[in-house]
């Protein structure tokens, strides 16, 4: 999923927090609310295309950001595990 953290730390029925609330656009109806674990790997991604590390500290609100998860919870939000949280600057 790409788009924009919307908010920070909600408790969802698989866990959290720490987790971000990511919406494609402003007026998305759900978006997905992602549980960031100790194995989410946490990237940036310059405008240049170089990728660092990141930290959670990094995922605030309005940051745009990519999130990779295996399945997410069909919900509203919608809920899944993030293997990867990339922030796009």
């Known amino acids: ?7 920070r730390d909600l408790t969802i029925s698989i866990g959290g927090p720490p987790s971000v609330h ?10 997905v609310v992602f549980l960031v ?6 990237l940036r991604r310059a405008t240049t ?3 660092t590390s990141a930290s959670l500290s990094e995922l605030i609100v309005g940051r745009n950001v990519a999130v990779w ?3 997410v ?9 993030a293997l ?3 922030i796009i600057e």
């Open 73 to 81: 919870l069909k919900s509203c939000p919608g809920q899944a595990s």
């Open 84 to 86: 990867a949280v990339e």
């Open 1 to 7: 999923v790409v788009g924009s953290i919307v908010a």
């Open 69 to 71: 998860a295996d399945g």
């Open 49 to 51: 295309g170089r990728v």
């Open 22 to 31: 990511v919406k494609e656009s402003p007026s998305a109806a759900c978006g």
């Open 37 to 42: 674990t100790r194995s989410t790997r946490m």
